[in-house]
């Protein structure tokens, strides 16, 4: 751990239940994680039914002191949550249709990873033991950022030659004329 970062193990936890269509066999979804966990590949921690919860892998949490007010969002949801991202996987031949791609207490960076829409984010609720390490840490590096309103540069748009283009470049005529009017000109010339 450094000043600027800090970084924990956690495991997660892949529950597999049937799919609720005809076109997905399996529907995948994070359930919860586990704080300080050791290495882990799939391996099958119960098994109700059909529905089978994997400790699917390990991944490393780091934090940084930069994205303080990100974790704070995190902290606040209700209950405080950390995010999981799972991705399809990439070999056709895997045993598993995801992998988990990812860990993080970011709710800014989760929202970063929805917006691609390949990947699944689970918001998984977070064990009292991350929380108060999050917190923690949060609270060493927080500082509150004092909003400062952006002022408009004081340009004068009054200079603004209405239907001209650069003044750099030489035309003979306005610059909206259409192109076939355009052609015509050229052809004149």
Known sequence: MTEK????????????????????KWAWRAVAVLPGAGPADWRELRRE???????????????HRADTE????????????????????EDPDAEHDVEVFAVTASAFEAQDYLDTSEDIVEAVPMPPSLIAWLSDFVGRHHKEEKFV???????????????????RVRQE??????????RKQEKLH
């Open 5 to 24: 970062t800090a970084q924990l193990p956690i495991g997660v936890v892949v529950r597999r239940q049937p799919g609720v269509t005809r076109w997905e």
């Open 49 to 63: 039914g059909e529905a089978v919860e994997y400790h699917a892998a390990t991944c490393t949490l780091e934090v």
């Open 70 to 89: 990100a974790y704070l969002v995190a902290l606040s949801t209700e209950p405080p949550s950390v995010y999981v991202v799972l991705r399809a996987s």
């Open 149 to 167: 309103k952006r002022r408009r540069d004081r340009v004068d748009t009054e200079l603004v030659e209405d239907g001209r283009g650069d003044a």
């Open 173 to 182: 005529a306005d610059v909206y004329r259409s192109p076939a009017g355009r």
